[in-house]
């Protein structure tokens, strides 16, 4: 097991303050963002004996002995290398971290796993959360597997086909008139008044513990080798801290001795983080406009340690319209078999402006983090060509086939 060392307080001012009194249960009372440091060794790396998933890293996960208890299967999803995606980019080392292979096909279930698993082990009876979508879906599967109630929080406009995968896993739902924000802020109320154990992303560090184990699996699967840069999208900031915090830690065990450059995407109509970075200013609150509600954050809770990490790899951020992601889901499912939702493709739609801008070169190892399964969302889901009809001669699929090849440039 990975034993908890210290706990940190990082404000919304990027102040950094030591939490006493911490525990597996510790959180912040809405002053910004907590998180663990964990014992590290050479030893604490996986071996050929470690088992598969996530639990392969509980040597650096604050896991306690004893069999895991959480049923479902989490973790060692696939690291792609896409010989049509490489040949589109002209990027010859290109990797996608597919992600929506997940229980509910979003990175959001490593999370969802570690906090449930300590909440069986603490004897927690509920666990609630605030979420746009993937986190309530997440979390209301991964409870009802658990056999522990799960009390949701939502934004009004979820999607519906999300909302109704929260229902149908039992989940008790409630939507709030005004957004994520006071969805979130409420959430947090009601943990604190009926004794919950809270899982939202932006507060709980065993978040943050669960998303770094992608880090490890990237190293692993690249040959226990670091990559040049990695992109991702970026919301409220966890799966990017999570990500540097992964790859720091594998520098501590002695596994590396250099950490990736961490690049960010946030959607042009949300883009509190990337403005901040470019301009030099203080991260300030917007009303998201996006269609990407798995990064709709107008206010980010860990903003102040995303930008400390984005300064510590050379990375950055950038921007990306609407359109530019719902084209990039295409591209990523006729052109590598990955089916994202919009916030899931908004990586891959800011490679070209990553490397436009210098924060990434074409002949760098680079991989792309993709989030989310684009099933939860069909409505984004826009084929460009239609089904053919034919009658029963051979000759009509042929023609068929030839021309479907060369709409898909085969030819």
Not at 117 to 122: F, P, Y
Not at 385 to 404: D, H, K, Q, Y
């Amino acid at each position: 097991m990975g034993t908890v060392t210290s706990a940190t307080l990082t404000g919304v001012d990027g102040s950094v303050e030591q939490i006493d009194g911490w525990s597996w249960g510790t959180l912040t009372g809405g002053r910004g963002r907590s998180s663990w440091a964990t014992t590290t060794s050479v030893g604490c790396c996986p071996g050929a004996c470690s088992g598969g998933g996530m639990w392969r890293y509980r040597r650096l996960l604050p896991v306690g002995e004893g069999e895991v208890r959480y049923p479902l299967q989490i973790g060692g999803t696939p690291l792609v290398a896409s010989p049509r995606l490489r040949e589109v980019t002209g990027m010859g080392r290109l990797w996608f971290k597919d992600e929506t292979r997940t229980p509910t096909g979003s990175n959001k279930d490593r999370a969802t796993a570690l906090v449930l698993e300590q909440a069986l082990r603490n004897g927690v009876g509920t666990v609630s959360c605030a979420s746009t979508g993937n986190v309530a879906v997440s979390l209301s599967v991964g409870a009802a597997a658990c056999g522990v109630r799960a009390v949701i929080f939502v934004p009004a406009e979820v999607s519906e086909t999300k909302l109704r995968l929260m229902l149908l896993a039992g989940a008790a739902v409630i939507k709030v008139e005004d957004g994520y924000e006071a969805a979130f802020r409420l959430s947090r109320e009601a943990a604190k008044a009926f004794g919950w154990y809270d899982r939202n992303t932006g507060v709980n560090p065993l978040t943050i513990e669960a998303k770094k184990t992608v880090a490890f699996e990237i190293w692993e699967q690249l040959g226990r080798r670091v990559p040049d840069a990695i992109i991702l999208s970026v919301g409220d900031g966890p799966t990017y801290s999570a990500m540097v915090k992964g790859f720091r830690e594998l520098v501590a065990c002695g596994a590396t001795e250099k950490l990736p450059r961490v690049v960010g995407v946030q959607a042009e109509g949300c883009q509190p983080l990337a403005r901040a970075w470019r301009t030099g200013s203080p991260v300030r609150s917007v009303r998201p406009r996006t269609v990407a509600d798995g990064i709709a954050v107008g206010a980010p809770v860990s903003a102040a340690l995303v930008l400390r990490d984005a300064r510590e790899t050379g990375g950055g951020f950038v921007t990306v319209s609407d359109g530019e992601m719902l084209e990039a889901i295409g591209t990523l499912a006729s052109g590598g078999g990955i089916v994202a939702e919009p916030a899931g493709a908004a990586a891959f739609a800011g490679l070209s402006k990553a490397v436009s801008g210098g924060l990434i070169s074409e002949d760098e190892e680079t991989v792309v983090h993709v989030t989310g399964t684009g099933l939860k969302n069909p409505q984004y889901l826009r084929p460009t060509t239609e089904a053919a009809i034919v009658r029963a001669g051979l000759e009509e699929v042929e023609a068929v086939l030839e021309m479907n090849s060369t709409e898909r440039g085969l030819v």
